[in-house]
């Protein structure tokens, strides 16, 4: 469909006039094509899912006519996604990653595609050869294909690559990293649920590591736990007395609810009843303190290993992590049916430590209050309510119970993909990828 651009501006396709509703205004998207103008001519023809192609061509130059014999002229091809990702039309990762770094990580993905490809071929051989079926059914291809995907991942963004700073804030709640993007979290979705085999015994433990990283990017609308201890940071700063404000306690059991074990240590910790010149008159208060943070540091986990900041109690065989966990329980239920409640005087400190100990028994009352999105509350019910759960058991249909309890009103890339990976529907995954991602 070509066209000839009108003499308006900048713009290549001007319209003239508003509408009187704001509700009936055409949506603006913005195309960044970085061709130097004049632009003489435009193209736009279809492509794959939501997405045009868009041709912006200049006018030749009378030197090009005369000595290149007719040579095309300059001009560039991009993509317009028309989804409904974001407001302006854009997709998420338009909005997060600039024109120049896209290049870069398009460019720095080649060399390991055609590595992978290379690999696959070689696979074929053999695995015609052999007589298989297909080049999946060797071993080997799912580690080319795990390795490709680090590879990928390393170009999207690295979220420990900031240097430590020299002196920590003791009073920091979470860790300074590299913002995140909604381009790296999709792609490492993508790994965990369908590349990473090793990951099938562990597989919700990952999806809670997986939302400590990205939190932040569910909802630009609604709350998250990152929203709610990030305003409680900036809070901190003035707070004297923390056990005295129900912001404390409500980050506390936010942060539980989804298994960020050591934030809630490192808050426990902020308690007045740790400073030197409390200490003598509130041993039985602080003593109850110290016992709810013993009990969150050694929680059972299902996984074969933890990073230096993470706590809990490593389990690798579920033999072991089920009696691990059933002693761990029962010592939570013995502490709250303690006698020494009786003797902790500061209500607040004994109310929002009770709440604790029942999220850790997997109270559904105070893990529904604690989180503020649906998926938060999707994971707590895999690390309190079900822990024994394996692979994608039941996992679908308790993701659309969560999410008539947490209804979320922000149309996000990240929850509709995990949505169809859940629902074990590689279309929905594939055209969720392609409205919100880009095709890349």
Known sequence: MPGMPADSGSAIVPFSGEPKHAASAPPV???????PPPISRVYISWSSGNLLQVACLRPPSPEEGAGRGGEEVGGRVVEVNLGVGAGNGSTEVEEEVDEAEMRRIEYGSV?????LQSRKNALAEAAAMQHMHSVSEHAE???????????????????????????????AILKVREKPTSLKAAWELLEIF????ELHSWLLERLVDWLADYDSLLTKTDGTVYCKLNNFQKKLINLQIVENDDDYWNGLSAALSVGWLDVVVN???????????QMDNRETENGLVEAVAVLVSTMPRMRPDLPKSKL???CKTRPDFIK?????????????????WI??????????LKNLLHIMMGNIKDLTAATSHWLELFASHFLYIRPFTVGFEGMHHLAQKCIQLKPSFDANGLTGLLNGILSENPEVVLAECTKKFGPW
């Open 343 to 352: 003797q902790c005087s500061h209500q607040k400190t004994r109310d929002g």
């Open 141 to 171: 291809w799912w580690q080319y294909v795990l390795e490709y995907s680090k590879t990928i991942g390393n170009l999207l963004g690295n979220q420990d690559s900031l240097p430590a700073l020299m002196i920590e804030d003791p009073r």
């Open 312 to 314: 809990g109690q490593c």
């Open 324 to 340: 691990a966990w059933e002693k761990w329980r029962g010592q939570v239920s013995k502490l709250e049916c303690s006698a020494f």
């Open 111 to 115: 060399p390991a595609f055609a590595l």
């Open 29 to 35: 998207r913005p195309i960044r094509h970085g061709v």
């Open 267 to 277: 808050m426990l910790r902020f308690h007045g009843s740790y400073q030197l010149d």
């Open 194 to 197: 369908y590349v990473d085999k």
